[in-house]
């Protein structure tokens, strides 16, 4: 051990603690628990957050670890207790649609895949568990996007630049926001090939028993697949799933619609 580096370890245990803890965390929670002086804790937490391996929340200060420490567990066969909660949701989803079916959560400004049930079918559309996207130009994103409390002009500052990834990204703030608004009036959110060309998708968010938006249920579809009568049944079938997955997790009860149009996004204007 006489070659470990001290420093890396501690920041190592703190990452450790920080995952383990599963809510936010102050400087002041980490030097106790460590018992190290606050200025030590947070150029800890602040190195971390730098790196990517925690987030700090802007309101409270609060750190929580990022999903970057599942990113790289999703490779490694690694899975989330929510991913385990809501499969057998998403197992069904697949059996009904037939179409590539996903869990995902917001990650900063992107989501990150949690799990995923592929399409029979042979046209599919290509998704890893542990992959990356744009919140802001595929439906499970945009399903979170809306879900989110973040104000207007909150959410245009943390989004920043919208950069084109095909010819139909929505690259205007204000074409977004009206889209997440039709997102919230409906339930569920549409991707007409703003990813990836070729490909579409709808998306519903999931919460947890405190009313918070953890994830979100998308299915991916060929476009060739995207008729309007189809995305109907599609959307049926995605916001019956929420709401299986909701209750699930301890939100409401498996009748009860979601309320994206609530007083909540009221505080978003």
């Known amino acids: 051990m006489s070659h470990v580096h001290s420093t890396l370890v501690k920041g190592l245990a703190v990452l450790d603690w920080l995952i383990r803890q599963q809510r936010g965390c102050r400087v002041a929670d980490v030097a106790l628990a460590f018992g190290m002086a606050r200025s030590n804790a947070h150029r800890i937490l602040h190195t971390l957050a730098e790196c990517g391996w925690a987030r700090q929340d802007e309101r409270t200060s609060a750190y929580r670890a990022s999903l970057r420490v599942f990113e790289l567990g999703a490779l490694i066969e690694s899975a989330a207790g929510v991913r385990w909660l809501l499969r057998s949701h998403l197992a069904l989803l697949a059996r009904e649609t037939g179409e590539t079916i996903h869990l995902a959560a917001l990650d900063g400004t992107e989501i990150v895949y949690l799990d995923k049930f592929g399409s029979p079918l042979p046209v599919i559309a290509y998704s890893r568990v542990g992959g990356r996207a744009p919140a802001y130009c595929v439906a499970s994103g945009k399903a979170l996007l809306a879900a989110g409390a973040l ?23 204000d074409a977004l926001w009206a889209d997440l608004e039709r997102t919230r009036a409906r339930g569920y959110a549409e991707n007409r090939e703003e990813w990836r060309v070729g490909v579409c998708g709808l998306g519903a968010p999931v919460f947890n028993a405190l009313n918070e938006p953890v994830a979100a249920v998308g299915v991916t579809v060929p476009s060739i697949r995207f008729a309007r009568p189809r995305v109907r049944q599609l959307a049926d079938r995605l916001l019956a799933c929420a709401r299986d997955a909701r209750a699930t997790l301890g939100y409401g009860s498996v009748g009860q619609a979601p309320a994206l149009d609530s007083a909540a996004s009221v505080k978003r204007r």
């Open 151 to 173: 104000a207007r002009e909150s959410l245009r500052e943390g989004l920043g630049v919208l950069r084109p990834q095909t010819p139909n990204t929505l690259t205007d703030f």
